[in-house]
């Protein structure tokens, strides 16, 4: 059983469409991160969200933790082929010490 | 070096052999994770060091996986007769403190594991 669900699974889109992807789970996590994974590296951290209702703006990227702190979106606007990715989505539950979880990801194409 | 890195960046290993992936984390930093990322899924946490001490290993699949830290620096896994299902990449991280989530965890490149 996944404990992070992501959706979609794979986007392939134009540059310059906007796109929502969302993390889902049926636990509540104390903080949700997000990560961006290219071909060959390892993932490398975009942002992290630890309030319930949280919003979070990196450039042309938002972030929102969900008001019960059991969900995450992440919407971008314009997208550009440098955004082309797996996009990962990552947390700690509330429950004490237990291992970052991450979702199996969204995989995006942004075609020029 | 600046980032964690990890050696070898690609293996090929037969049914059957020993092997080792090694992992040189941020100087200073505490904490180093292992994750197992099969391809096309997410990260699957392995275990888990603080300095020397392995606190978390609920993650290690089988008694095959070993994975070691002996000074609290770089750390050493090793998957003893290794199997077809045992491929895939596995990633090391260190964080500067405790495994808490809003400390950053910065990545390694990642050990591509070829069991043929």
């Known amino acids: 059983t996944q404990l992070l669900e992501q959706s979609p699974q794979f986007l392939s889109i134009q540059e310059g469409e906007n796109l929502t992807v969302y993390c889902n789970s049926s636990?509540?996590?104390?903080?949700l991160q997000w990560y961006r994974q290219e071909p060959g590296e390892g993932p490398v951290l975009l942002v992290t969200?630890?309030?319930?209702?949280e919003v979070k703006k990196l450039k042309r990227l938002t972030f929102q933790f969900g008001d019960a702190r059991k969900d995450s979106s992440l919407h971008i606007t314009a997208a550009q082929p440098g955004d082309t990715g797996l996009y990962l989505c990552?947390?700690?539950?509330?429950?004490?010490?237990?291992?970052?979880?991450f979702g199996k990801g969204t995989r995006l194409s942004v075609i020029a | 070096g600046a980032g964690v890195s990890q050696s070898p960046r690609y293996k090929v290993a037969k049914r059957g052999q020993d092997v080792a992936l090694r992992c040189d984390p941020i100087?200073?930093?505490?904490?180093l994770f292992w994750y197992q990322q099969a391809l096309g899924q997410g990260p699957e946490f392995l275990t888990y060091?603080?300095?020397?001490?392995?606190?978390?290993k609920s993650g290690l699949p089988s008694d095959r996986f070993f994975a070691e830290r002996p000074e609290g620096s770089v750390s050493t896994l090793k998957i003893q007769r290794t199997q077809q299902e045992d491929s895939a990449v596995y990633l090391c991280?260190?964080?500067?403190?405790?495994?808490?989530?809003?400390?950053?965890?910065?990545f390694g490149q990642g050990t591509r594991l070829t069991v043929v």
């Open positions: 060091f603080q300095n020397e001490a392995q606190l978390d």
């Open positions: 991280a260190s964080s500067l403190e405790s495994r808490r989530l809003n400390t950053e965890a910065f």
């Open positions: 100087s200073g930093h505490v904490s």
């Open positions: 636990s509540v996590f104390s903080s």
């Open positions: 969200v630890v309030t319930g209702g």
């Open positions: 990552a947390g700690a539950l509330f429950s004490g010490n237990t291992p970052l979880v």
